[in-house]
């Protein structure tokens, strides 16, 4: 039976104590979303390693590995408690838990990298141009 709109869309359904019926199609589609959160957070990790040249690019991309990979492994036990139809663990309010968090570490990671990275760089032209003054130690 397909659900209606109204009802997901209600407050009342999400923090309710009952578990998420992931049994279903919606279930599934769950079940690959988390799966493949983690198994990009495992691509990207290896990215990650070959890329050490860029010292900007290695941190954000060591900040999204952390961010996918726990998101994606948090996804895969809420889904697994639900799926066993634990009643606290696997209550679909873990889910809106699930999102928030989802969205605000993504808002950090984009904050990071158009506030910060740009500041990161700043600083380092600003150094190297007052090292270009400074006088440097006699070689011998």
Known sequence: ?????LTVLNPAFWFSPEVLNVESGGGRIILMVFVILFLAGLVLRVMAKQKKEDRHLSLILKKVVSFLVTMGLLGLILYFF???NVRVLGSRFWYV??????????VFIIRFIQKDIPAMKAAIIEAKEKEKYLPNAKRR
């Open 1 to 5: 039976m397909f659900m209606n709109i």
């Open 82 to 84: 639900s799926f066993e």
């Open 97 to 106: 838990f699930w999102v928030i968090g989802f969205v605000v570490w993504k």
